[in-house]
């Protein structure tokens, strides 16, 4: 499990031939150490934190939101997503770096408000935040690697960008 500790961005985290419960010990461990135990990530000089859900432990909807996706809309159960865990590693990397010519960071009005968008266009991978009303922090709502329609959607969102980063 230890090994994908060592895994950097775009390397992929070994995660498809493992048990389920060995796979979320080695995500746990990369979660916990971009997440929880060390310094909290800050992007665009803003801390970043998990999206409170009442009765819900914070850090581990986030885990689940990093890592799985939604295969029920009825019931809401979701499921591991391999394409976003074996990517877990590498949010904090576009935190870091999204200044890169590689990377397009916008902000767009959304339905459900104001979002920021870190799209990584040669690795086709997303992140998405949603700013504090106060602009001191972001919420980290999930990220994500871009398959099927998701790739036009991105591309619409971008035309739609406001004129400043939220």
Request: charged fraction near 30%; glycine fraction near 4%.
């Amino acid at each position: 499990m230890s090994f994908n500790i060592l895994k950097k961005y775009n390397q992929l985290l070994d995660i498809r031939g493992l048990s389920a419960s060995s796979r979320t010990g080695s995500l746990l461990q990369i979660f916990d150490r971009d997440f929880v135990s060390g310094s909290r990530p800050i992007f665009n000089n803003k801390n970043i934190e998990p999206v409170p859900k009442v009765g819900q432990v914070t850090m581990e909807v986030l885990f689940h939101h990093l890592t799985t996706t939604i295969v029920d809309k009825e019931t809401r159960k979701r499921e591991i997503d391999l394409y976003r865990a074996e990517r877990l590693h590498w949010i904090t990397h576009h935190f870091k770096n999204y200044k890169n010519l590689n990377f397009d960071v916008f902000s767009t009005k959304d339905k459900d408000g104001i979002r920021t968008y870190i799209y990584d266009h040669n690795e086709k991978y997303v992140i998405v935040l949603e700013p504090f009303r106060n602009r001191n922090a972001y919420y980290l709502l999930t990220a994500y690697h871009l398959t099927g329609r998701n790739k036009n959607k991105i591309k619409k969102k971008m035309k739609r960008r406001l004129d400043q980063l939220h």
